[in-house]
């Protein structure tokens, strides 16, 4: 008996010294990620709801006791960022303290496409993998770079859907007027826009680009009425956006059908009122365009993190208002962070990497997989755009996804005026 | 082609740029100060109209009443912090402390409202003349342009204060010895600056939309119209806006429109080089 | 000049604070250090370039990032289109600045005061403007480097050091430049124009000349540190190049430190620089700094109107020896 008793207190302290061995063996490591934010500046609100996006990830993540590695060690994570004004000049200097002073783990991109070219070559040169969001410009994977990875659709698929949508919306149209912002972004989706138009045998009637603060459009509407095409396509950024579409409408010009860069989906687009009617605009997300684990299932594709209610949801009781595609955007940034690290089941960088590269897997934001030839490493090719338009009338206005098909919620608007 | 609706909607324009331009130039004439805060506080303007209409309710016409005397007393405020101890400094002194300005309300301005674009939902419908077709706010925005030149006119040329602010233009010694108090005309000539600054602001805002920093592209075109139309001069200052929108419509019509700001600021470094005192001639 | 001049204290005092400044980072061999004392040392060489034109000829600009901008772009497009080592691409930069001020200072500096700041204003959004169209230097969406560029300086963490190293030298070199220009009979003859213009004539300066080349001066070093910035930067747009706010930036730089002084332009753009740059990472600031920013220059404007510097000389005379 006294000698069962022994062993079994023998067995016991065994176990109890393992258990806390083990426990003291499951380590803690808090992942650091680095970005800058346009907390001010001409950025400021993509920015912030971008980071709201990615703080909501962090934080979901965090409360549900972070990623355990296969060695036992619990990954959580904390963030650092920076202001960069929304300019470029302290973009570089704020990476490098990031990517240094910081041990940065893995960086997240600015907004804008000129603010993540300069931040990615300091991703590069410290080897960091840095996830881009907000950053639509081809040219910033085609440099060279092997750690910089793409969440959204790239500038030159941005708006050539919204011609495919024309072409099946009406066979008569043929004439396009081309008018976009002259800044880096929305160049290069028009200049790819009018490749794609020209090839589908469209007559690109007028190409312009205006100066980014324009608030006065009357002399491109006044061309456009002269040049009389059957659609305007183009834009730039909200406010630019938002002040076309409201002056298109005011002037009264006779258009069947109108898409615009990044203003219309914005929730505050609505505001203009009637003048947001019809006009399509290309999103990177939408509410409305539910992805989850049975469209995973339909199309073959692993599914990973919240399904896209679930986001909403989250996002709702987190921040009191609805996600815009650059919160979910944000979001995703930091979801493709945590499948890879899961994926790589380490955070050495190079695992990392190669588990980015070897990715191909449906999120609630989309399909996600990144081109991996060295001359354009990095470009998102998974994910595609959804283009919605503003429907009904008055204060009464609601979105409707109108393009691609498989998508759709509603019935286009066509022709949006005149007629 | 129709080169009539270019030139309406350009001369439309150019009213609003005219009264933008009208308080930075006074200032410049009457006291040699070259206003940078004149951007962030047309935005201001444009946010007291908002705010008017948001949140008073009222009429956004009425609200451009009360955003002007708001106007004519924040700068009566920021002559006395900012301006009235370094009037006299050399150099830059007062551009510097006119850009401590800007910096200030722009940081205090993305704090509260952030950088996102407001929009006074506001119409008054359609103006339609044969082929020229536009908002009725902006025919009420040029119409009130005119209004407040004509007012600025009568205050400067018809009453005791205004006579008072033309002395010190011309010369603020001599008319500190005539008795009259320079430092009172000197706030209140900037109070004015700012005022009129507001005011365009507030028009400005009835039909587009705009953000805290929307007012930099006035000042810019601002300066260009002060060359234009001479320094100090109000008439000259709608005029000169009337030149540049004009301009800004017209050339559009026969090359693209990205090359209009390239000629438009040549024309005015032309401009300086051969009629430095404006194109209407000014008194300095 | 001679070599007399050569023996003032106080230049030997700016440049061995502003050498031991930038061998700091060297020495720590820290990376952030580096990039927190290359802003600076670049605002150091835009500042005290600007000095010649501003502080010694009393010409104020707000057009002098033009030749930043000027600089970088020709300076990438070679180095992108037709393969040019930086190096030469970077003394290209600074010839093209310098011949755009001397054709520009030809026409414009006859203005006087205000009017030539304004024609400054106007030739800063004409540019950007015409760059915008200009296809050749990629219109709106300007130049961009491959990563593959960085490999023949030693890979981009290499190159970003060897940059350091060549603006220290030139932060250095533009130091000097400015104290030899001020001591020098031209410079004399520039500081008669900034009292004086008129009277500078009667007394035997050929002020249209001296004023272009104290232009052409001022032009140089900002287009060769122009390439190298934005050879750093990876690519070049028409906004960032151009930006009005930084030539104003400038001018509160000179205005802090005081103008028309050597270690003025130097103490203004470490200044500025630093705190802004102490601002935007503090926990405490960082959503407020633009406004604290401005709130602190607003003081300094008020109650400092001289800058730093002046306002040391003014207290301390024995110091007027020790700061030039």
Do not use: C
Not at chain 3, 77 to 103: K, P, Q
Not at chain 3, 261 to 280: H, K, M, N, S
């Amino acid at each position: 008996m006294k000698r069962t008793l022994y062993l079994l207190t023998v067995v016991l302290l065994v176990t109890v010294l393992l258990g806390v061995t083990l426990v003291a063996n499951a380590q803690e490591r808090t992942a650091v990620i680095g970005f800058t934010a346009s907390t001010t500046g001409k950025y400021n609100v993509e920015s912030t709801r971008q980071i709201n996006g990615l703080n909501l990830w962090l934080n979901q993540v965090n409360e549900a006791g972070g990623i355990t590695l296969s060695d036992g060690t619990v990954v959580t994570f904390e963030t650092v960022f920076y202001d960069d004004e929304s300019n470029t000049d302290r973009v570089q200097e704020l990476y490098t303290r990031l990517a240094t002073d910081d041990n940065a783990d893995f960086l997240i991109s600015p907004y804008s496409s000129g603010l993540t070219d300069a931040s990615s070559i300091i991703a590069e040169q410290y080897g960091k993998v840095m996830i881009t969001t907000g950053a639509a410009s081809d040219s910033t994977y085609q440099k060279g770079y092997s750690l910089v990875f793409q969440t959204y659709t790239p500038a030159s698929r941005y708006l050539t859907g919204a011609l495919d949508l024309l072409a099946s919306l009406d066979e008569s149209a043929t004439k396009i007027a081309i008018v976009h912002e002259n800044d880096k972004f929305s160049t290069d989706v028009s200049t790819a826009l009018n490749d794609y138009a020209l090839a589908l045998g469209y007559e690109v009637v007028l190409f312009e680009g205006y100066d980014s603060g324009t608030t006065d459009f009357a002399p491109f509407i006044n061309k456009i009425q002269d040049a009389a095409p059957d659609a305007v396509l183009g834009g730039g950024h909200f406010q630019d956006g938002s002040t076309f579409a409201r002056q298109l409408y005011e002037k009264g010009i006779d258009l069947k059908f109108v898409a615009l860069l990044v203003a219309p989906p914005e929730p505050s687009f609505a505001e203009l009122g009637d003048a947001a009617v019809g006009v399509v605009g290309p999103s990177q997300w939408e509410p409305l365009g539910l992805i989850d684990a049975m469209a995973a299932e339909a199309a073959g594709l692993e599914f990973f993190g919240p399904s896209g209610q679930e986001f909403i949801d989250a996002y709702m009781a987190a921040y009191e208002e609805e996600p815009s595609y650059h919160a979910a955007g944000g979001y995703v940034a930091g979801l493709l962070l945590q499948k890879a690290i899961i994926d790589a089941d380490s955070l050495d960088t190079q695992a990392i990497k190669e588990a980015l590269d070897n990715m191909d897997l449906l999120t609630f934001f989309g399909h996600m997989q990144f081109d991996t030839t060295p001359e354009a490493h990095g470009l998102q090719i998974g994910h595609s755009m959804m283009y919605i338009q503003w429907q009904g009338e008055g204060d009464m206005l609601e979105k409707a996804i109108v393009w691609p098909p498989e998508a759709v919620t509603g019935d286009a608007l066509y022709p949006i005026r005149g007629e | 082609m129709d080169i009539l609706t270019f030139l309406v909607d350009g001369l439309l324009i150019g009213f609003v740029y005219g009264i933008a331009a009208m308080g930075l130039t006074l200032i410049w004439g009457v006291m040699n100060v070259i206003n940078l805060s004149h951007g962030p506080i047309i935005a201001l303007g444009m946010f007291g109209i908002y705010f008017a209409a948001t949140s008073l309710g009222v009429n956004p016409y009425v609200g451009v009443i009360l955003v002007s005397f708001a106007g004519l007393l924040l700068g009566m405020l920021i002559y006395a912090i900012a301006i009235h101890r370094v009037i006299n400094a050399p150099h830059l002194s007062t551009l510097l402390a006119t850009f401590a300005v800007n910096m200030i309300i722009i940081g205090l301005g993305t704090t509260a409202f952030t950088t996102s674009a407001y929009n006074v939902d506001f119409s008054l419908g359609n103006i339609s003349v044969g082929p020229v077709n536009t908002p009725t706010t902006r025919v009420i925005a040029a119409l009130a342009s005119v209004l407040v030149t004509g007012a600025l006119y009568f205050f400067l040329y018809r009453t005791t204060l205004g006579k008072y602010v033309r002395a010190v233009t011309d010369n603020r010694a001599a008319a500190e010895l005539m008795g009259i108090p320079s430092a009172r005309i000197l706030a209140l000539s900037f109070g004015l600056g700012t005022m009129l600054a507001a005011i365009a602001g507030g028009l400005i805002a009835t039909f587009f939309p705009f953000t805290i920093l929307s007012g930099g592209a006035y000042e810019l075109k601002s300066f260009v119209v002060g060359v234009m139309g001479g320094v100090g001069n109000p008439l000259g200052a709608l005029i000169g806006g009337l030149i540049l929108g004009t301009f800004e419509g017209v050339i559009p019509a026969f090359m693209p429109t990205s090359w209009v700001p390239v000629l438009e600021f040549i024309l005015f470094v032309v401009i300086l080089l051969v009629r430095p005192t404006g194109l209407l001639g000014a008194k300095k | 000049m001679s070599l007399k001049n050569l023996k003032n204290p106080g230049l030997w005092l700016t440049l061995v604070v502003v050498f031991i400044l930038g061998v700091i980072p060297i020495i720590n061999n820290k990376a952030s250090a580096r990039e927190e004392t290359l802003t600076v040392l670049l605002s150091v060489i835009l500042v005290s370039s600007l000095n010649i034109l501003l502080g010694y000829t009393g010409y104020i600009s707000f057009g002098h990032i033009v030749f930043y901008g000027m600089g970088g772009y020709v300076g990438l497009f070679l180095i992108s289109v037709y393969g040019w080592s930086l190096w030469t691409a970077m003394a290209a930069g600074g010839l093209a600045s310098g011949l755009l001020a001397f054709l520009l200072g030809s026409a414009i500096l006859r203005l006087r005061g205000s009017y030539f700041a304004l024609a400054t204003i106007g030739i800063n959004e004409a540019m950007r403007a015409f760059i915008s169209n200009f296809e050749p230097f990629g219109g709106p969406t300007g130049i961009s480097l491959n990563f593959q560029v960085y490999n023949q300086y030693g890979g981009a963490a290499q190159a970003l050091w060897t940059i350091y190293y060549v603006v220290l030298a030139l932060a250095l070199g533009n130091i000097l430049l400015s104290y030899l220009v001020k001591t020098s009979k031209f410079g004399l003859g520039l500081q008669a124009i900034r009292e004086d213009e008129e009277a500078a004539e009667v007394m035997g300066v050929v002020t249209p000349s001296s004023k272009t080349w104290a232009y052409v001066l001022s032009a140089v070093l900002p287009g060769m540190v122009g390439v190298l910035f934005f050879f750093k930067n990876g690519n070049i747009e028409p906004g960032p190049a151009f930006r009005l706010h930084l030539s104003i930036e400038l001018l509160v730089m000179v205005m802090l430190g005081g103008y028309g002084t050597i270690a003025g332009p130097v103490l203004g753009a470490f200044g500025y620089q630093r705190l802004r740059g102490l601002l935007l990472t503090s926990d405490l600031f960082k959503n407020i700094q633009l406004t604290v920013a401005g709130v602190l220059l607003l003081v300094i404007i008020l109650f400092i109107p001289s800058g730093a510097v002046g306002w040391i000389r003014h207290r301390f005379p024995v110091t007027r020896r020790y700061l030039p």
